[in-house]
């Protein structure tokens, strides 16, 4: 029998809202599988169908950077928010944009290698950490490129918690681009059309629907149909195209890009701190030094 330890049960409630005790059943029945877990929380109706949630505990800010053709979305962290508003680490961003972009490294570590004067990146952020009072560190980055004939469409939200890069094919209007990014930015899709989503994700989600429409004692002739229309709003809660628009609701998000006579070739959007956890609470010590307190 698998170990279900308080860190798992921890890690489920957070990722579906569901309760302690229901949690640790799930693990159980699925011998610590938190996957299967989920699946088993939301065949029984005791989770949201939902993305799972991501854990925002790390700070800092995202940075958009266009250059002719080529664009780049970064994302660095700091420890406060505070120090994310700082003028030396908005010039050490922007720096660190511009190096990035000119260079166009294969990863984080190969960028951290890269040299400005003779200074390599993670000496750079070093000596910004020392003079910051803070850690600092270079969590990801994005480059893009396009044609003449497209368009970038770039959105910082809240001065960058935030950050969406699109590549719109075969339209120059990057007016449309940013409000494409803007509804990425709100509606945080997972891909761009349902051509992306893979056949075993998408049985799995036809599983779990089913099992879900059979628990809730719908007669089996009805399920299947009524399966195939709760996935059409699976689609629509992860697939962009299939989203009406947040500056026009009455309108698919597919039917504004097709009015442009444009396509959605690729976007990626960062939320600051996303699936990042400051540190790991020791509930007992917590709880220890609470009693001693009072």
Not at 105 to 125: C, F, H, N, R, Y
Not at 145 to 156: P, R
Request: a negative charge.
């Amino acid at each position: 029998m698998a170990n279900i330890t308080a860190q798992l049960v921890k890690e489920l409630r957070e990722k579906t809202g569901a309760g302690m005790m229901d949690c640790k059943k799930a693990l159980v029945s699925t011998e610590g599988d938190i996957d299967a877990a989920i699946d088993f929380l939301r065949e029984k109706g005791l989770a949201a169908a939902g993305k799972k949630a991501d854990r925002i505990a790390a700070e800092g800010t995202t940075y958009i950077l266009e250059n002719g053709n080529e664009a780049i979305l970064l994302e660095v962290n700091a420890e406060t928010d505070f120090v994310a508003k700082n003028d030396k680490f908005q010039v050490l961003v922007a720096s660190l944009a511009e190096q990035l972009l000119a260079a166009k490294p294969e990863s984080v570590e190969a960028a951290l290698e890269l040299e400005k004067d003779g200074v390599k990146i993670v000496d750079q952020i070093s000596t910004a950490t020392a003079t910051i009072g803070e850690k600092i560190s270079l969590r990801r980055f994005e480059i893009k490129t396009k044609t003449d004939a497209d368009a970038f469409g770039s959105y910082l939200h809240m001065g960058g918690r935030i950050g969406v890069l699109v590549v719109l094919e075969g339209s120059t209007d990057a007016a449309a681009a940013k409000d494409i990014a803007m509804h990425i930015a709100a509606i945080n899709p997972t891909y761009i059309s349902r051509d992306e989503v893979s056949t075993d994700e998408v049985e799995r989600e036809r599983k779990v629907l089913t099992e879900q429409a059979l628990n809730e004692g719908k007669p089996e002739n009805i399920v299947a149909k009524m399966v195939e229309g709760r996935l059409g709003k699976y689609f629509e809660d992860v697939c962009l195209l299939d989203q009406a628009f947040v500056k026009n609701s009455d309108q698919k998000v597919r039917d504004f890009v097709n009015s442009l006579g444009a396509t959605v070739t690729s976007f990626t959007r960062y939320g600051v701190g996303e699936g990042i956890e400051k540190r790991e609470d020791n509930f007992a010590e917590e709880v220890m030094s609470q009693v001693k307190g009072n």
